[in-house]
Every structure is written in C-alpha cells, then in structure tokens.
Nanobody
C-alpha cells in the first residue's frame, strides 16, 4: 500500500501561484510514477500532470502547459506541482496519484484525499 497526502491548496487570486505537495509513505517512492489530477464541481476528474519514477519524463495537459511544473524529490518521498498564472477555471480539488507500471491515469493504483484550490477572479 502507498499512502498519499496532499497539501498546499488554498485560495488565490487569478494570476497568482500555489505549490502543491504530495507526501508518500508505505512503499519505495522511487518505484512509482506519479501524477496530479483535478476535479471541478460538476465535472469529471481530469489529468493535469505526470512524472516518471526518476523524474526524467514529464507530461502535462494542454490547459496547464507552460504554467504548471511537476517535480519530485525521491529523497523526501514527495511530488510537487508548482502552479503559476492560475485561472478561475483552475478551481478544483487536486489529487495526487501513484502507479507502479505506467504513468497514472484515472485508473491509477493509489490516490490521495485531495486538496482544494480556489482561484478568485
């Protein structure tokens, strides 16, 4: 089992920045590909960003490319999501996910409880 705990959410004005963190425990963190997803009210959960086990490969949703950066620190068992130039449509619960064999999708093995991000206009 892998336990994931997100933090860093909050209220921010449009154009502002936030950094989300996801702390992992339970298994060897560097064995897992990690991802961030978000779910806005009334909408389905969607992919935001992902990073490979070593951190050498990253992927982003088109809607966040050039504004968000995913990174990881395997020594600290933590994955981060730096979010810049936030937009009101970024208001959502952000979830961290882990998957052993592939880049996380909505069928990822492990999920955190989520952290709320609210972007005011």
């Amino acid at each position: 089992q892998v336990q994931l705990v997100e933090s860093g959410g909050g209220l921010v004005q449009a154009g502002g920045s936030l950094r989300l963190s996801c702390a992992a425990s339970g298994r060897t963190f560097s064995n897992y590909n990690m991802g961030w997803f978000r779910q806005a009210p009334g909408k389905e959960r969607e992919f935001v960003a992902a990073i490979s086990k070593s951190g050498g490969l990253t992927d982003y949703a088109d809607s966040v490319k050039d504004r968000f950066t995913i990174s990881r620190d395997n020594a600290k068992n933590t994955v981060y999501l730096q979010m810049n130039s936030l937009k009101p449509e970024g208001t959502a619960v952000y979830y961290c996910a882990a998957d052993y064999y592939r880049i996380p999708t909505n069928q990822a093995w492990y999920w955190g409880q989520g952290t709320q991000v609210t972007v005011s206009s």
